[in-house]
């Protein structure tokens, strides 16, 4: 997620999220994992933006579940 070219960041997350999604299951350094997801938040690009809030939301849901 740290790549400089925005569809690989964008990929990154969501990989990440359809793989929480599908295993149920948090990754291992959820919380530098969510660290990093945060400061995508800030990313110039709407489709990183998006791809991380679909990530944190779906590590939540995991948590939550």
């Not at 997801?37 to 939550?64: F, I, K, M």
């Amino acid at each position: 997620m740290d790549y400089a070219t925005t569809w690989v960041r964008q990929a990154a997350a969501g990989g990440i999220a359809h793989w929480v999604e599908e295993t149920g299951t948090l990754p291992p350094g959820e919380e530098r994992l969510r660290d990093r997801l945060t400061a995508l938040g800030s990313d110039p690009s709407d489709s990183v933006r998006d791809a991380a809030a679909e990530t944190l939301r779906a590590l939540d849901d995991c948590r939550n579940n």
